[in-house]
């Protein structure tokens, strides 16, 4: 189980699929703006992928398409579950995962978005 819900629109992965970098990450009401502006551009697709649990908070990773809006009338939102490698690691991604910066991120829930 997860105490909470963070998205990100960067990953980086590794050697056998590990994550190794995360862009900022933003809470589900702060991302929900986004995530609907995204949700109707007309792409017919978009990724959301479970990376894992870091620090018991799941991690999301929203990938629109690279190709510019189609003109979809429907977006189907394309969901998928954690590499095998992070699977195996009991979905942890706690001492995988490199900051963009030497600030600390506060994924603490009751203070908001990081």
């Known amino acids: 189980m997860w105490k ?5 629109e960067e990953v980086e992965y590794g050697d056998h699929h590990l994550p190794q970098r995360l862009g900022s990450l933003s809470s ?5 703006a986004r995530f ?10 978009i990724n959301l992928h479970a990376v894992g649990l870091l620090d018991g908070v799941l991690i999301l990773h929203l ?15 394309n969901m998928s579950g954690p590499s095998k490698a992070v699977a195996e690691r009991g979905y942890n991604i ?3 995962v490199e900051w963009p910066s030497n600030k600390p991120l506060n994924l603490d ?3 908001g978005a990081s």
């Open 63 to 77: 990938e629109p398409p690279a190709s510019p809006p189609a003109g979809s009338k429907w977006t189907s939102i």
């Open 94 to 96: 706690d001492g995988l």
């Open 109 to 111: 829930p009751a203070a």
């Open 36 to 45: 609907t502006d995204l949700a109707t551009r007309g792409w017919s697709w």
């Open 4 to 8: 909470d819900v963070r998205i990100t």
């Open 28 to 32: 589900v009401p702060d991302y929900r």
